[in-house]
């Protein structure tokens, strides 16, 4: 007769595992640039001694604990559909740096119902005392990341005064020199600049640009001779502007007054916050300038007029200006011209006759697409009139619209705020009742427990939803209903509404327009080029890659 397993006391045969979520972060600070398979390693090394699972592996690699927008939201969702227990990570600090994100993303955690562990701190955050001790972690955690912003204020500052960039790294047309310590000579060499052979492109550039030839020009000859920029990829017009425009070459730098009055650095943007203030100081540099101090000059005066006079490009000239996305890579299409021979073979210039992928145009990087401007219009005005027999269907089911249903996305944000906010302050207050009857001994202190576990509860669940709702956008609660003034604007009055106009609505409701190239369909007939106009409220369109299947 076999005789079943007698389980001893504290063994873990048959005890099912607890699935968890390990979340890795790797910073984008130098000295907090932990192996992501160290972290692995301790949380599989923490798994194993406590009975978990690792259900799930999400990363962030060279992401900041301070952004708010990280792949925390990810391992999120695995706890709330209950797939997960909680979120396993390094340490504490892997899991934010920003005093406001930890509060959000830990009350949210809580409300759910998960936990957060770290592998290599021992509190168990199911006491208090364990949850003192991950306070004082997440803590510590802010001081490091403000000490460290500190050091980088004191590092842009030395690098300032020795005639340097604010950031080492390599520059255009230029061989970048490392600070070394020589140990044969015992001897610290500094960091500089040394000119290289892509100088003397560089130079030719400011003076064809100075000549009067267009940024967009000059972009396409470094693409078609093979030129391409530090990263090995080729130029975008954008990224050239920049690096032009910064001076670098004429042995300039160009910094931001740390004095500045403008708004701080939205952490989650990759511009830095000079990038975005015109107040910009310049100093001379401590390299060797390879564009002559002439060249610079009137390099600088053709762009102060060409940013001073209006053009197609800054002043839109079409309704869709700025709103036109290539169907393959994603990117932006420009408008373009075309040319047509008539009667005696005159020659016809269409101008802004189709769009086109920038990318295409600028370095070859995609395959693209053409797309005549009168097909992405009409494929526009198509849309909106099917959006508008949609809304006014669904709002012909409607009795009575209550005023909730007729606010703005705004409004509706503000008033689901305040709705909460009151309902925390009436939980506070009911708590303070509570405290106070039983202070003074008219319930027995087993009923006020009950009450006030009830209490923090409801709480938590608030403030989670509090800090979702402070995450959300207006295009985040936008409804098609929302937008019928405007769909019935632009319809009834298309033709006599300003360009300028018609393009301000259209921005306002559409996320953008995709344009895909013809293609052959299975049964081999052609299908023309068309266009997929996508609404604040809808998901971006599946791209087709930038280069086309044969």
């Known amino acids: ?28 600070y130098y000295e907090e640039k932990i192996s992501p398979d160290i972290q692995r390693s301790a949380i599989k090394a923490w798994a194993e001694r406590n009975n978990a699972e690792i259900v799930e592996w999400i990363e962030d690699l060279d992401v900041s604990g301070r952004k708010m927008k990280r792949k925390i939201a990810d391992a999120m969702k695995w706890v709330e559909s209950r797939r997960a227990r909680g979120i396993a990570v390094w340490r504490y600090s892997r899991f934010g740096r920003s005093r406001h994100g930890n509060a959000v993303n830990l009350a949210k955690l809580e ?27 997440f803590k510590f955690a802010e001081y490091e990341s403000d000490r460290i ?3 980088w204020a004191e590092t842009r500052e030395h690098r300032r005064t020795a005639g340097l960039p604010a950031t080492g790294g390599k520059r255009w047309g230029y061989i970048w020199h490392r600070r070394h310590f020589d140990d044969e000579a015992g ?3 500094r960091e500089w600049y040394e000119p290289d052979d892509v100088g003397r492109i560089v130079t030719s550039l400011y003076e064809r640009v100075a000549e009067g030839e267009s940024m967009g020009s000059v972009t396409q000859w470094l693409g078609r001779n093979g030129y391409v920029g530090t990263k090995g ?20 730098i160009r910094y931001h007054p740390d004095d500045c009055d403008c708004p701080p650095k939205d952490p989650d943007s990759t511009a830095s916050r000079g990038e975005k203030c015109p107040n910009r100081i310049w100093i001379p540099g401590a390299h060797e300038p390879i564009v002559p101090e002439d060249v610079w000059e009137a390099y600088k005066e053709k762009r102060a007029k060409a940013r001073n006079t209006p053009s197609g490009n800054r002043k839109p000239a079409y309704p869709l200006s700025g709103l036109m996305r290539c169907g393959r890579c994603g990117g932006t299409a420009s408008a373009a011209g075309g040319a047509t021979y008539g009667a005696g073979k005159q020659l016809i210039v269409k101008r802004g006759y189709q769009f086109r992928c920038s990318r295409m145009k600028d370095n070859r990087t995609c395959d693209g697409v053409y797309i005549l401007r009168s ?10 009139r099917k959006w508008q027999a949609a809304i006014e269907a669904e709002a012909a089911k409607i009795p009575q619209q209550r005023v909730s249903d007729t606010a703005s996305p705004r409004e509706r944000l503000n008033a689901a705020r305040d709705r909460l906010r009151a309902q925390l302050t009436e939980l506070q207050a009911e708590m303070d009742r509570q405290t106070s009857l039983v202070a003074r001994g008219i319930i027995p202190e087993d009923s006020y427990m009950r009450e006030r576990d009830r209490i923090q509860s409801d709480q938590q669940k608030i403030t989670a939803e509090l800090a979702e709702l402070d995450q959300r956008t207006e295009e985040d609660e936008a409804r098609p209903a929302d937008y019928q003034p405007i769909i019935r604007g632009l319809l009834d009055r298309w033709d006599t509404t300003p360009v300028e106009t018609r393009r301000a609505m259209l921005r306002t409701l559409l996320r953008g327009v995709w344009a895909y190239p013809k293609r ?3 049964d081999g007939t052609e299908v023309p080029a068309y266009a997929v106009p996508v609404a604040v409220w809808e998901d971006e369109p599946a791209l087709l890659g930038p280069r086309a299947t044969v």
């Open 233 to 252: 990829k080729p130029w975008l017009q954008s990224g050239l502007t920049r690096y032009m425009d910064g001076g670098f070459p004429a042995g300039w």
């Open 149 to 151: 912003g500190e050091q």
């Open 520 to 522: 052959t369909a299975p």
């Open 375 to 384: 097909v992405a219009e009409d494929a526009v005005l198509k849309q909106l």
């Open 187 to 189: 001897v610290i060499h």
């Open 111 to 137: 409300a759910l119902g998960g936990r957060l562990t770290s592998a290599t701190e021992a509190a168990d955050t199911r006491t208090a005392f364990g949850r003192l001790q991950m306070g004082m972690a």
């Open 1 to 28: 007769m076999t005789r079943p397993i007698q389980q001893t006391k504290g063994s873990r045969i048959h005890k099912p595992r607890e699935p968890f979520v390990a979340y890795i972060r790797v910073s984008t």
